[in-house]
């Protein structure tokens, strides 16, 4: 089983930036892939980024790109968001997920965080 917490998340005015970290219990191959999602209330969970453990490829959300940028610290077992330029729609719970495949969607990541809350006032 993998564990993972999420930190970083907290109340921001719009144009502020904010670092989400995750911690990873551990790296294996049914982790190989690493996510952030998103979720505001009542809408559908949202694919923000992905990176690979191994080589730091990523991918992005449309939304985001441009703002967001992830990336990872192997020594650490950490993953990073760091999100720039934040906008009141920004607002959602943040969560780290991981799979060990190369996916876009929710459904397909395995283990998830608990979540932090993310705020953006205009």
């Known amino acids: 089983q993998v564990h993972m917490v999420e930190s970083g998340g907290g109340l921001v005015q719009a144009g502020g930036s904010l670092r989400l970290s995750c911690v990873v219990s551990e790296r294996s191959a049914s982790n190989y892939v690493m996510g952030w999602f998103r979720q505001a209330p009542g809408k559908e969970r949202e694919f923000v980024a992905s990176?690979?453990?191994?080589?730091?490829?990523?991918a992005y959300g449309s939304s985001v790109k441009g703002r967001f940028t992830i990336s990872r610290d192997n020594a650490k077992n950490t993953v990073f968001l760091q999100m720039n330029s934040l906008k009141p729609e920004d607002t959602g719970v943040y969560y780290c997920?991981?799979?060990?495949?190369?996916?876009?969607?929710?459904?397909?990541?395995?283990?998830w965080g608990q979540g932090t809350q993310v705020t953006v006032s205009s």
């Open positions: 990176i690979k453990w191994r080589d730091g490829i990523t």
């Open positions: 997920a991981s799979t060990w495949g190369w996916t876009m969607s929710p459904t397909d990541y395995e283990y």
